[in-house]
């Protein structure tokens, strides 16, 4: 089965309402996640740190109203039920009950389905004989409230927001949500990020507790991340929470650089405003914000390796020595695959953070130029004229995807 006809038959498969769902070498299963660290979000007046066993009270939370209409999708983060508990998809290989090898499965920023994955989750599936993830991050996919997937009510917002800022560059239905939400509260990009990581740890746990239905408790995994997926995933390997990612392979595609050499201002992605308000706080002035939000100064500063490393993959040049080091002592466990024509993640910048200004780290990276017409968003179209093309550049890539899982 090559991609396309892969894309229409697992499209179909998802959203099908048999209880069973097979295709060709793979099923297809449904199960209930629900998040434990939802209680670090926005919404309330005491936070309590289970690792260090202390209460605490915010004294300051950014917050500009300058990025709302009426106060349309600024719902109190922490009361999201979506958010909270949620069905999650895997991929595995056909009449495999518990399987040991897993592949987790991480997506990009402002994804609202998982039709473009669900053939590169089988051909991972297929190529590697593992059991493939499709894990959503915090407000994303099925974590996210129908409503701002409303194409009516999102194309008004988004029409609103254009009047309100005349020179504003890619708003639109698709995006309107999103940069609303992070343009007048862009901490919301690090607390759902730390929700999302302390979800994967969880997930990870509660496997080994021998709780998953599929997942043996000895299980070994690895991680394929895309776009901003690969945030999350390289901040869960260089944290190497307990030690649970020592065996674990990195492959990141369209992925891997510093937060700040990113450029998502697109119609799918962030319109221009609020990628502006993002890069003034995470980048511009987050150190003096972290003076006065003592809640994110905790996870971010104090004890917490995961915040350090977030904040070390925030700007290329701050932290570099740390970031650097880390990279270096997981190198032969992470692999890149870039494009060149990609405008969101830029080949040589990915290269300049894995590889690391001195090019004394050895990941390699591979950059590609597919002879069809793509973008980030977009690497493999499935209804382009040119199919046939389409099918072998796909084949290309996840040949060296699997090729590297598959090494001992």
Same mark, same amino acid.
């Given at each position: 089965?090559?991609?396309?006809?892969?894309?229409?038959?697992?499209?179909?498969?998802?959203?099908?309402?048999?209880?069973?769902?097979?295709?060709?070498?793979?099923?297809?299963?449904?199960?209930?996640?629900?998040?434990?660290?939802?209680?670090?979000?926005?919404?309330?007046?005491?936070?309590?740190?289970?690792?260090? =066993?202390?209460?605490?009270?915010?004294?300051?939370? !950014?917050?500009?109203? #300058?990025?709302?209409?009426?106060? $349309? +999708?600024? &719902?109190?983060?922490?009361?999201?039920?979506?958010?909270?508990?949620?069905?999650?998809?895997?991929?595995?290989?056909?009449?495999?009950?518990?399987?040991?090898?897993?592949?987790?499965?991480?997506?990009?920023?402002?994804?609202?389905?998982?039709?473009?994955?669900?053939?590169?989750?089988?051909?991972?599936?297929?190529?590697?004989?593992?059991?493939?993830?499709?894990?959503?991050?915090?407000?994303?996919?099925?974590?996210?409230?129908?409503?701002?997937?409303?194409?009516?009510?999102?194309? =008004?917002?988004?029409?609103?927001?254009?009047?309100? !800022?005349?020179?504003? #560059?890619?708003?639109?239905?698709? $995006? +309107?949500? &999103?940069?609303?939400?992070?343009?007048?509260?862009?901490?919301?990009?690090?607390?759902?990020?730390?929700?999302?990581?302390?979800?994967?740890?969880?997930?990870?746990?509660?496997?080994?507790?021998?709780?998953?239905?599929?997942?043996?408790?000895?299980?070994?995994?690895?991680?394929?991340?895309?776009?901003?997926?690969?945030?999350?995933?390289?901040?869960?390997?260089?944290?190497?929470?307990?030690?649970?990612?020592?065996?674990?392979?990195?492959?990141?595609?369209?992925?891997?650089?510093?937060?700040?050499?990113?450029?998502?201002?697109?119609? !799918?992605?962030?319109?221009?405003?609020?990628?502006?308000?993002?890069?003034?706080?995470?980048?511009?002035?987050?150190?003096?914000?972290?003076?006065?939000?003592?809640?994110?100064?905790?996870?971010?500063?104090?004890?917490?390796?995961?915040?350090?490393?977030?904040?070390?993959?925030?700007?290329?040049?701050?932290?570099?020595?740390?970031?650097?080091?880390?990279?270096?002592?997981?190198?032969?466990?992470?692999?890149?695959?870039?494009?060149?024509?990609?405008?969101?993640?830029?080949?040589?910048?990915?290269?300049?953070?894995?590889?690391?200004?001195?090019?004394?780290?050895?990941?390699?990276?591979?950059?590609?130029?597919?002879?069809?017409?793509?973008?980030?968003?977009?690497?493999?179209?499935?209804?382009?004229?040119?199919?046939?093309?389409?099918?072998?550049?796909?084949?290309?890539?996840?040949?060296?995807?699997?090729?590297?899982?598959?090494?001992?």
């Amino acid at each position: 089965m090559n991609y396309t006809e892969s894309f229409y038959a697992l499209k179909e498969l998802f959203s099908s309402l048999e209880t069973r769902k097979k295709l060709d070498t793979i099923e297809m299963d449904e199960l209930e996640f629900e998040s434990l660290s939802y209680k670090i979000l926005p919404g309330i007046k005491d936070y309590y740190c289970d690792i260090h =066993k202390t209460v605490l009270k915010p004294e300051f939370s !950014f917050f500009t109203e #300058i990025g709302t209409i009426e106060d $349309n +999708v600024h &719902i109190e983060d922490i009361y999201v039920e979506e958010n909270q508990k949620f069905k999650y998809q895997l991929i595995r290989p056909s009449g495999n009950e518990k399987v040991k090898k897993v592949t987790f499965l991480f997506h990009g920023i402002n994804e609202k389905d998982w039709n473009k994955y669900l053939p590169w989750a089988k051909a991972i599936c297929d190529g590697t004989q593992s059991t493939v993830i499709l894990f959503p991050t915090a407000f994303h996919m099925q974590r996210a409230p129908k409503h701002w997937s409303n194409k009516r009510a999102m194309y =008004k917002l988004s029409e609103l927001r254009k009047q309100r !800022f005349p020179n504003i #560059i890619n708003s639109t239905l698709s $995006n +309107v949500a &999103i940069s609303m939400r992070l343009h007048s509260m862009p901490q919301r990009f690090i607390w759902s990020g730390l929700q999302t990581y302390y979800d994967v740890i969880h997930f990870i746990e509660d496997c080994k507790k021998d709780k998953h239905p599929f997942i043996d408790k000895d299980f070994e995994f690895n991680i394929f991340a895309f776009s901003i997926g690969g945030f999350l995933a390289q901040i869960l390997k260089l944290t190497n929470y307990n030690n649970y990612f020592d065996k674990t392979r990195v492959c990141l595609f369209c992925s891997g650089s510093a937060f700040n050499r990113m450029s998502p201002v697109s119609k !799918f992605i962030l319109d221009s405003e609020a990628n502006v308000a993002l890069y003034s706080f995470m980048v511009e002035h987050f150190d003096k914000i972290l003076q006065k939000d003592n809640l994110l100064h905790h996870y971010i500063k104090d004890g917490h390796i995961e915040g350090q490393v977030f904040n070390a993959m925030l700007d290329y040049q701050k932290m570099r020595e740390f970031r650097e080091q880390l990279l270096k002592k997981y190198e032969k466990q992470i692999y890149a695959i870039t494009l060149r024509n990609d405008n969101v993640i830029p080949s040589f910048e990915v290269i300049n953070t894995l590889q690391g200004a001195y090019r004394n780290i050895n990941i390699p990276v591979d950059e590609v130029d597919f002879d069809h017409r793509y973008t980030h968003e977009n690497p493999f179209p499935p209804n382009s004229l040119e199919k046939e093309t389409v099918d072998k550049n796909f084949s290309y890539i996840f040949n060296k995807v699997c090729e590297f899982f598959n090494q001992s």
